[in-house]
């Protein structure tokens, strides 16, 4: 299982890679946000936060990609441990997120990766991080689209879709 989750997360890396051995941290982002429910004005939204906050990338690294991801598949277990700094009324900072994430996963994030998490759901830029867009995020990131929604199907869809379009045209 753990051979062919890796060779998803290739699959998924080598797309924005193109043959480098980095992605961008705004690809990073792209991949984070790939499967998510947000409004596309949110969605730009947290690009451009991102391009704001880091005016030279150095690339994130695939085993860097590869152990944010497998930090996501214990995000039930840190989402509790976040959720007791939370009812503490401590900060949530970087130092405090790598420690949580270290002690679910058992495994260390890069703190490249940490920062860059943190430009990215970092609100407002005081160094904390915005705990319920995160974990509701990664939830969507984690069921990568399969989540049942309201969507409709069918022609009611096509529909759907051309009023949306129609009304981002004017």
Known sequence: MENLQTEVLEIEFNE???????ITELDFAKILLRYTYLQ????????????DRIPEGR???????KSFCQFLNTLD????????YTLADQPISQEEFH????ICTG???SPHIVDTVFKIFDDDGDGQLSYKEFI????????????HTSRSE????FKQCVKSEMKAVV
Request: charged residues 30%; glycine residues 8%.
């Open 16 to 22: 924005f890679s193109k043959g480098l051995p980095a």
């Open 40 to 51: 596309s004005d949110q969605y730009e939204m947290y690009l451009e936060r991102l391009l």
């Open 59 to 65: 690339g994130i690294t695939f085993t860097e990609f």
């Open 77 to 84: 277990d840190f989402a509790i441990a976040m959720r007791m």
């Open 99 to 102: 420690r949580a994430v270290k």
């Open 107 to 109: 495994t260390e994030l």
């Open 136 to 147: 509701a995020i990664m939830r969507d990131r984690l069921h990568r689209g399969f989540k």
């Open 154 to 157: 069918g022609w009611d869809a």
